[in-house]
């Protein structure tokens, strides 16, 4: 992208957490290594069930004495509880900072911190509300194109809360899960499925032309149930497709789909095709 243009994230919240004992509240619980986060180098990480499965994924900043928590706007009511149940008496005080600060995406720029996900997406940053970073105005709707185009799911846009493994949705290839940790909540139902190889289908996105195929729709490889549609951005679909379908014709009702596989997942499929299936 040969020039600059910022983005303010409306659907974003920010939750800062002040203590002596923030870094350890959530190393019990988030995906990734609190430990790896510093200033300037942001955290991707994820909640999840004790089964496993999604609820929140969120980026953490470090910000002199405080971690400030990068979150879904329409959610951080709910997030904010779940911190509130698993903080118990620890020393750490959590407040939502949303009439406070705002969260920016930089698209083509250098001001901000690298997006932890992938270098493509480009630099974030949370800055006072008023505050603006330097660059052309865009929209929340070109920002979610953006991720679309890369293949990078959006929240709980994209990722089903509550039904679907991380592993599923590609939160290891997105820089979001640590196996060295230690535990946390969901952690030995992730390291489970990560090594005995349990992982049997996968997010991706799919580009189709004409009418959008529904949410929830299933995707077709001739007679065979492939996947189901998940979200819709534009002209992209995301779809949970089976792994043996990935050399498939797949449609969804008279839609045709054109599977993409995302930079960040090739690794994974190239391991994937050299087992056999």
Aim: proline share 4%; with cysteine; hydrophobic share 40%.
């Amino acid at each position: 992208m040969s020039q600059t243009t910022a983005i303010k994230l409306t659907d974003r919240a920010v939750i800062r957490l002040e203590g002596p004992e923030k870094e350890a509240l959530l190393q019990g619980v988030i995906t990734n290594n609190i430990h790896k986060l510093d200033e300037g180098a942001p955290l991707y990480a994820a909640l999840l069930t004790p089964q496993g499965k999604y609820l929140f994924d969120f980026i953490l900043f470090k910000k002199a004495n405080a971690i400030l928590m990068d979150c879904e706007a329409n959610r951080v009511g709910d997030l904010l509880r779940r911190l509130m149940m698993y903080k118990l008496r620890a020393d750490v005080t959590i407040t939502d900072m949303s009439s406070d600060y705002a969260v920016w995406a930089v698209l083509g720029g250098q001001e901000g911190d690298d997006d932890p996900r992938h270098a493509e997406i480009g630099k974030r940053l949370i800055v006072p509300v008023g505050e603006e970073p330097t660059g052309q105005s865009g929209t929340l709707a070109d920002y979610e194109s953006h991720l679309a185009r890369l293949g990078i799911p959006n929240a709980s846009h994209d990722l089903e809360v509550d039904k679907r493994p991380i592993l599923e949705a590609n939160l290891e290839e997105l820089n979001g899960v640590d196996f060295t940790k230690g535990c946390y909540v969901g952690q030995e139902v992730t390291a489970r499925m990560k090594h005995r190889g349990a992982v049997r289908k996968r997010l991706f996105p799919m580009r189709f032309s004409g009418n959008a195929p529904a949410v929830g729709g299933n995707i077709m490889a001739g007679d065979k149930k492939a996947g189901v549609i998940v979200s819709i951005h534009g002209q992209t679909a995301f779809g949970m497709i089976k792994l043996d379908y990935l050399a498939a014709d797949l449609a969804c009702g008279d839609t045709a789909l054109e599977l993409v596989i995302p930079d960040y997942l090739s690794d994974a499929i190239t391991a994937l095709d050299g087992k056999g299936a």
